[in-house]
């Protein structure tokens, strides 16, 4: 794909230009390219020695290999691995990776950030830092850190709805757009567990784990229903009417014990993003526990306005994976946050 350039050029208008682009070109275009490598959120960091080292190597590993938010144990939001420039350069299986951030600094670099999108492979991010010295290139990084994470999640959200379109759960996916008149995307690893009037539980049940969404549509009324309040309530009520845990008389609930301070055991995180296909919408994280038994794991819900603006519908992925190994909490919570963010109307 064309390159595009910071110099005369938002990088927000360049993630929309490349979105639309690459949308309208996903069934040619992409489709053609071989598929990426690497490992579920793994950051690969070219970059040369004396490039990848002081505070540009604390910059980059404090965004992203710092802990991903609303887990239970800290892991980290990436992996990331370096390599120099040259073995980049010359090694195939390096530019086909998925997630890729180059960082070269040269005097006569011209001091622009550069974004491919599925360049030499689909899905795949490339952010090429192009600068003439370390302060140039850290202040760059810091000024498109945001709009890196946004495209680097957009790579790892496609990676996993690609797979599941290849085991595409059409009973499921069919019985949600019939009821609901939206589409999600599961394959067919998933069950529908429970249905309600305005409300469905979508499950994956495994030897080591157990993932879901839960989707819950209700009319649009005031802004009050995006606030976190609003629908950490919400999701309570919805999880201790729909979804047992394993003993009896226990059900699933959000963790929100308090230490003497007031503050959540468990810290609570919302913010309102921009998602697609929404005018508004407010992503919440944070960890989920069985009232009555012995279970936990964390959760992430989009609250999410219809476009007609007449109803909220809440998708809340959730992981259960008590070993951890050889499946990670983040991996896993990738999995159900790229089905929500498969939501078509």
């Known amino acids: 794909m064309k390159k595009f350039f910071s110099e005369g050029l938002p990088l927000l208008l360049m993630a929309v230009m490349l979105v639309c682009s690459c949308g309208n070109r996903q069934d040619s275009n992409t489709a053609q390219k071989k598929g990426s490598s690497g490992k579920t959120l793994e950051l690969l960091v070219v970059a040369n020695e004396d490039v990848y080292t002081g505070d540009t190597k604390v910059l980059i590993d404090s965004i992203f290999a710092s802990p991903q938010l609303g887990l239970p144990v800290a892991e980290s939001k990436f992996d990331i691995v370096n390599i120099p420039m040259s073995s980049y350069k010359n090694t195939e299986m390096f530019k086909v990776h998925r997630n890729v951030i180059l960082l070269d600094v040269n005097p006569s670099n011209p001091d622009k950030v550069y974004m491919h999108i599925d360049e030499y492979a689909a899905p795949q991010v490339i952010v090429d830092f192009a600068c003439k010295d370390a302060l140039s290139l850290q202040e760059n990084i810091r000024k498109y850190q945001d709009y890196m994470f946004r495209e680097l999640y957009k790579a ?19 019985a949600i757009k019939k009821k609901f008149g939206f589409s999600l995307l599961f394959s067919n690893e998933f069950s529908l567990a429970k249905e309600g009037v305005d409300f469905a539980w979508v499950r994956k049940e495994a030897k080591d784990f157990g993932i879901g969404v839960l989707i819950d549509v209700f009319p649009y009324e005031t802004k009050g229903s995006f606030e976190e309040k609003s629908i950490l309530d919400r999701l309570d009520t919805t999880m201790k009417r729909h979804v047992p845990a394993s003993a009896d008389n226990s059900y699933m609930g959000i963790e929100r014990r308090c230490d003497e301070e007031g503050n959540y055991l468990a810290p609570i995180y919302s913010k309102v993003i921009d998602f697609d296909s929404s005018e508004y919408a407010v992503e919440t ?25 007449k109803r909220v519908v809440m998708l809340t992925g959730y992981v259960y994976c008590p070993r951890n190994k050889p499946w990670t909490k983040r991996d896993l919570l990738m999995q159900v946050e790229s089905i929500c963010w498969s939501l078509e109307w």
């Open 285 to 309: 994280r944070g960890c989920w526990r069985a009232f009555g038994d012995f279970m936990g794991g964390p959760f992430v819900t989009y609250t999410v306005l219809s476009p007609d603006k």
């Open 156 to 174: 790892e959200h496609r990676r996993v709805q690609k797979a599941f379109r290849g085991m595409n759960g059409y009973d499921v996916n069919e």
